[in-house]
């Protein structure tokens, strides 16, 4: 498929690339670290806790705690943000051949399964904290909700982006001239994605 | 006036017209089409897949670790390379962003091995 002709291409940079786009990825280098950081330190302190709850079954003082998490539901979630980056490219996709309808509803479903995949984090955070756990409760605790909530405030700026997005389309204010919107949209949420990757990965599979 | 005020212009689009931009920019390859990003969605969900099924096969614990990882790095490089174009546009983004990918994996190691700490 060929790039949109965009007027946006016409700029003229001492790189030759669009100023915008190579701010974006300095973007989310820079968001790499601020990720990496959250991460190691949720490794650093899960196992420090001197209390309960336990991200996976745990002993304290001679007493079995069950763990929190429950894979299947955050499985479940992960593949909701996977498919959410299939819709948002299919979203780009479809406006660089000036498909206004595709786009269309491929942001709508990209916003609907970001949505979706909010309700769950709300939903796995008052269990959680029904369970005991809070920010204050333990290391875990404190470690797990700094480093999911971030990303989860991610995903809402993303939602929040796209839902603009889908406004500017609707008012016709959203071409195949002005695509590089959507496609800088579109490298916020994957990343948003990747880092959920990870964190599934690394918070929730790898277990102590 | 700004460029995109101009844009909008008819001498603006008359100018477009007389001088198309680039279908690339410098060091850039045609994206993909939606096949294969579908194509790469079905790979994505049945990596998700095996990982899940690997957690819960009890004889693979041993090697639970290095398998859910390969696994993560492949699909975090299918999401990059292909959703957000680093294998088809200009290599300056993925120096940038690897860059930083370099600097936060350096971080990390650092900090575990710093406090003791390992990934299990």
């Known amino acids: 498929m060929q790039h949109a002709p965009t007027a946006d291409a016409a700029l003229e940079t001492s790189t030759g690339l669009d100023n915008r786009k190579l701010l974006m990825w300095l973007f989310l280098a820079s968001e790499c670290l601020f990720f990496g950081s959250l991460i190691a330190a949720y490794l650093l302190y899960r196992n420090q806790s001197i209390g309960a709850p336990c991200p996976s079954d745990c002993v304290i003082d001679g007493v079995t705690h069950e763990g929190l998490f429950d894979i299947p539901f955050t499985s479940v979630s992960a593949f909701v943000l996977l498919m959410s980056s299939v819709s948002m490219v299919l979203a780009l996709a479809a406006i660089q051949r000036a498909d206004q309808r595709g786009m269309r509803v491929w942001l709508a479903t990209t916003a609907l399964l970001g949505m979706l995949f909010i309700s769950g984090q709300a939903f796995e955070f008052t269990e959680f904290h029904r369970e005991g756990l809070s920010l204050s409760s333990n290391l875990f605790g404190t470690t797990f909700f700094v480093l999911t909530g971030f990303h989860g405030a991610h995903v809402t700026v993303g939602v929040l982006i796209l839902l603009s997005l889908l406004v500017m389309a609707f008012r016709g204010r959203l071409n195949q001239a002005q695509s590089l919107h959507v496609e800088l949209a579109g490298l916020y949420w994957h990343f948003v994605d990747v880092v959920w990757i990870v964190i599934f990965t690394l918070v929730y599979l790898i277990q102590p | ?120």
């Not at chain 2, 930083?100 to 406090?115: E, M, S």
């Open chain 2, 1 to 120: 006036m700004t460029l995109a005020d101009y844009r909008g212009t008819k001498e603006g689009r008359e100018e477009a017209v007389r001088h198309p931009p680039a279908a690339h920019a410098p060091g850039e390859r045609a994206h993909p089409g939606p096949v294969e990003y579908i194509k790469i969605g079905a790979a994505l969900f049945i990596v998700t897949m095996i990982e899940v099924a690997v957690y819960y096969i009890d004889a693979l614990d041993d090697v639970l670790v290095p398998i859910l990882l390969a696994l993560s790095a492949l699909k975090f490089s299918l999401v990059v390379m292909w959703f957000m174009h680093l294998r088809f546009d200009n290599r300056m983004f993925s120096t940038m962003f690897v860059g930083g990918l370099i600097l936060a994996g350096a971080v990390f190691v650092v900090v575990l091995a710093t406090f003791g700490a390992g990934l299990v």
